[in-house]
């Protein structure tokens, strides 16, 4: 069972939602969709559910072609970000709906829906009506009722995004093991980095409509291929300082020098990465020194956001504890050169951070 998008595009007027995209999704995967907001993760949904139709490419189902064929008459299941539910229904029928619609029996519908209220945590709401719920459970009765279709291709935009925090941290560990289990196709859409790497899979990274990375989650975090992939996959997003190599040394500000990375590359001009919880204030053999100002501090809890002006540049990062730290102050920061990736001017990555070469 594979969904396949050959050359698939989408533009209306003027305005491209989808560049030409190529992926293949294989039976029983976990597939998210990784970007910020109106990169084209719900409009690349949309066309593989059949709710909207290419401008461009084809979309085939087990090698059967069904660009345009009707979203009704294919077996997907969509749950959206906002939650729909049948209002006049209870739970237990909301969830029951579509295996009615199938014509199972009674008592498989039954044993599908109170094993999938009871993993969902709607066991004692089963009689009641969606709006006596919150929004969380109004939240799980709409992914309830996907789940117990076995359809073919699931689509999940965002779905737990309204949930309390404790529930979304549940149901994102339990999430992959039902996916697995069900032998569907899976793809979810998200805008945190971190809750792709919760879900593992594999992951497709989205900038302005275009899929710059597609492959194993855990590969595409460690290996971006462009500076555009490491931007998308960090929260905050990746840190960016422009240099020039010299032979074994690079520049970059005022004067300033640091050891050359990665083997065999070329004098010029190139761009070193580095993620936000890779900065530290603690000096350390070999580690490189930059001399930044503290804009913005941002506590939350045992760990401290730094907003950083370098030169020309803002970094942010993620620092362990809280520290006695004032915006305005001079604040010299730290990094191991083990991670940092080297990118060259175009944005493709030039060596891959040595740490990541080695996990």
Not at 98 to 112: F, N, Q, S, T, V
Not at 298 to 307: A, D, R
């Amino acid at each position: 069972m594979t969904l396949e998008l050959d050359g698939v595009g989408y533009v209306v007027g003027a305005q491209t939602y989808i560049h030409p995209t190529d992926l293949t999704l294989d039976k029983g995967t976990m597939n998210v969709l990784l970007g910020p907001t109106s990169s084209g993760k719900t409009t690349l949904m949309r066309l593989m559910a059949g709710l909207d139709v290419p401008t461009q490419g084809r979309i085939r189902w087990n090698g059967e072609d069904v660009t345009g064929m009707r979203v009704q008459d294919r077996r997907i299941a969509m749950v959206y970000q906002q939650f729909i539910n049948y209002p006049a229904m209870t739970v237990y029928d909301n969830i029951a709906s579509p295996m009615k619609l199938m014509g199972l029996d009674k008592a498989e519908i039954d044993r599908r829906v109170r094993e999938t209220a009871e993993m969902m945590k709607l066991t004692p709401m089963l009689q009641r009506k969606p709006l006596e719920l919150s929004g969380g459970q109004q939240q799980r009765c709409a992914l309830a009722r996907a789940l117990v279709k076995n359809a073919g291709l699931v689509l999940l935009d965002e779905p737990l995004a309204n949930l309390d925090y404790k529930l979304r941290e549940e149901l994102r560990a339990e999430i992959p093991r039902i996916f697995a289990e069900s032998g569907s196709i899976f793809v979810y859409a998200t805008t945190e980095p971190e809750e792709a790497l919760l879900l593992g899979g594999n992951c497709a990274t989205l900038w302005e409509g275009r899929v710059t990375q597609f492959g194993t989650t855990s590969l595409v975090y460690r290996n971006p291929t462009d500076a555009t992939t490491a931007r998308v996959f960090s929260d905050p997003p990746m840190n960016f300082l422009r240099v020039e190599k010299r032979g074994d040394q690079m520049h970059f500000g005022m004067a300033e020098t640091m050891p050359a990375l990665g083997r065999d590359v070329a004098d010029g001009h190139y761009m070193l990465g580095f993620r936000p919880n890779h900065l530290t204030l603690d000096a350390g053999d070999g580690r490189i020194r930059f001399d930044t100002v503290l804009s913005v501090m941002e506590i939350t809890g045992s760990e401290t956001f730094v907003h950083l002006q370098h030169g020309d540049a803002r970094w942010v990062g993620l620092i362990h504890g809280i520290r006695d730290l004032r915006p305005g102050q001079a604040l010299p920061v730290y990094l191991d050169p083990s991670r940092v990736y080297l990118f060259g001017e175009s944005g493709d990555l030039v060596a891959t951070a040595p740490y990541a070469e080695a996990s």
